[in-house]
C-alpha cells in the first residue's frame, strides 16, 4: 500500500552538503505532515525537521541555518537539503509522513532509512 522511500544519503567530509529526497507512493488520498527525523549511534530518535501541507516548517535547534526542509506537494515527496554537515550529524535518516490512504483515516507512516556518515 503506502510506501515511504529515502535516498541521497552518502559518505560526505565535514562542512558538506547532501540532499534527502524522500517519495511516497500507493493510494494516496491526502498528505499532512511530512519530516525527517535521525537516529544517531547510540542515541534515541529525534525530530530534525518538520513541514505542514501548506509549507510552515519547523527545526531542531542543532540544525537551524544549515538545513532546509521543502516539500513538493505534487509529487508528493520532502526533501532535506543539509549544509555545512559536521560528524555530530552522522545518522540513520528517516522520513515520516502523516497519509490518509485506503482504508483509514491520516496514519503515520515511516520509511527504512538512510544512512549519513560524515567524516572529519
Known amino acids: 500500500q503506502v510506501q515511504l522511500v529515502e535516498s541521497g544519503g552518502g559518505l560526505v567530509q565535514a562542512g558538506g552538503s547532501l540532499r534527502l529526497s524522500c517519495a511516497a507512493s500507493?493510494?494516496?488520498?491526502?498528505?499532512?505532515?511530512m519530516g525527517w527525523y535521525r537516529q544517531g549511534p547510540g542515541k534515541q530518535r529525534e525530530l530534525v525537521a518538520a513541514?505542514?501541507?501548506?509549507?510552515?516548517?519547523n527545526y531542531a535547534d542543532s540544525v537551524k541555518g544549515r538545513f532546509t526542509i521543502s516539500r513538493d506537494n505534487a509529487k508528493r515527496t520532502v526533501y532535506l537539503q543539509m549544509n555545512s554537515l559536521n560528524p555530530d550529524d552522522t545518522a540513520v535518516y528517516y522520513c515520516?509522513?502523516?497519509?490518509w490512504g485506503i482504508g483509514s483515516g491520516f496514519m503515520d507512516y515511516w520509511g527504512k532509512g538512510t544512512v549519513v556518515t560524515v567524516s572529519s
Open positions: 513541514i505542514s501541507s501548506d509549507g510552515g516548517a
Open positions: 515520516k509522513a502523516v497519509i
Open positions: 500507493g493510494v494516496i488520498f491526502g498528505i499532512n505532515d
